[in-house]
């Protein structure tokens, strides 16, 4: 950016060249490292239509691509969506909708208008994460963030499972509605076998697994309330859930135990929180997913599955596939990639912004 202008208070941004011409008008967060996210580049006002055709646009895209049987969803992804700064899942009859810019939060009123207007939830629940983000909080806490406070537990269906998302307390929006692919995919091969779920939040990866037939499913993650989450949804699909199957526990630890007992799993699961939230994290976080992978890998039976995942946007899926071949090779295992599966069809990324596509997901099939 050569110059700007305005405050930025009203959100607005209009991008011209050198010679005053209009180029592109967005959405404008001067505190942010990306000053302006624009909107249209035709010189469309960024007003209540837009948005409102934008979010129609969105739900037509969703009536296309989801599965049967499934009322959670993201009905609006960001840049993917062309409502760059704007995030809207749906849970059943709820909304949460994220402001994930401080810009977009200037705009609140026309953009919870418009997604009322578009989704008409029963509820609305509006989280605002953009002016934490700038001003470098944990988006995950945001300061300021409001609407929480409505929240509770709402239930929804995916693929005909019962699920719940935890609006007033949950991570995210309250579920990881990016994975609904993976816990298809793991649905599908887990009849008979048994599975170990790391990083399990609300354990949605083993209720897939146990619904496909799994003879045992376990979550680790160092969440009490996630893991009491975790065991309301078994009950909710009328799956047992025994006190040995929620392990509370930290990953890395409860890994080095396992392994040290010389424990073999027929499915492991390693979904892990972002370990990179910015570039200067990039290498510690390449140290930690490589540990938890060798780790994870060690305990797969031969023949066995490990799913591994990573959501850290800036380890890139080349970087991603780096370190799981390092892993394996500390771990002495032998793997082969059988699929390679992000976040589902209702999380697109613009070719434009391919930032956005930040869930890597490999599926590794141990030699036998
Ligand atoms: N796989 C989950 C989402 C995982 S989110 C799903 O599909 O729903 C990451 C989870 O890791 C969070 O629940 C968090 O509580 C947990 N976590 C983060 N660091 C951890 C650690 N060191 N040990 C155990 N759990 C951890």
Redesign the pocket.
């Known amino acids: 950016m050569a110059s700007s202008e305005g405050d930025g208070s009203d959100g607005l941004a209009e991008v011209v060249d050198a010679g005053g011409r209009l180029l592109a008008r967005g959405i404008h967060s001067p505190d942010s490292q990306i000053v302006a996210r624009l909107w249209t580049f035709d010189g469309r006002p960024v007003d209540s239509a837009l948005f409102r055709e934008r979010f129609a646009a969105a739900r037509r895209l969703r009536d296309d691509v989801l599965p049967p049987e499934t009322t959670g969803y993201r009905a609006v992804n960001s840049e993917g969506d062309l409502c760059p700064g704007v995030l809207l899942d749906l849970y059943g009859d709820a909304a949460v909708l994220e402001l994930t810019t401080s810009g977009a939060e200037a705009r609140r009123a026309e953009l919870e208008a418009a997604a009322r207007e578009v989704f008409a939830p029963g509820r609305l629940v509006v989280r605002e994460t953009g002016s934490a983000r700038d001003r470098k909080l944990s988006p995950s806490r945001p300061a300021g963030g409001e609407g929480r406070g409505e929240g509770g537990k709402v239930p929804f269906l995916e693929n005909g499972m019962r699920f719940f998302a935890d609006l007033a307390a949950g991570?995210?929006t309250g579920?990881?509605l990016d994975?609904r692919e993976?816990?298809s995919r793991l649905r599908a091969l887990a009849r008979g076998r048994k599975v170990l779920?790391?990083?399990?939040?609300?354990?949605?990866?083993s209720i897939a697994a146990l619904a496909g037939g799994a003879s045992r499913a376990v979550d680790?993650?160092?969440?009490a309330a996630?893991l009491a989450l975790a065991r309301e949804q078994r009950a909710a699909n009328g799956l047992p859930a025994p006190d040995e199957d929620f392990v509370d526990?930290?990953?890395?630890e409860?890994l080095r135990s396992r392994a040290a007992a010389g424990e073999r799993w027929d499915a492991v699961?390693c979904?892990?929180?972002a370990f990179a939230k910015k570039r200067a994290d990039v290498d510690r976080a390449a140290r930690g997913y490589k540990d938890v992978n060798r780790l994870a890998m060690s305990l797969v039976a031969p023949g066995g599955w490990l799913l591994t995942?990573s959501?850290s946007g800036l380890v890139d899926a080349d970087l991603f596939q780096k370190i799981v071949f390092a892993a394996s090779l500390d771990a002495g295992t032998g793997f082969s990639i059988a699929a390679r599966q992000g976040a589902g069809p209702d999380h697109p990324v613009s070719v434009d912004c391919p930032e956005g596509e930040y869930l890597k997901g490999l599926w590794l099939r141990r030699s036998p």
């Open positions: 991570q995210k579920f990881f994975q993976n816990r779920n790391l990083f399990s939040y609300s354990g949605a990866f680790v993650d160092s969440s996630a526990a930290d990953v890395f409860d699961v979904d892990p929180p995942c959501c």
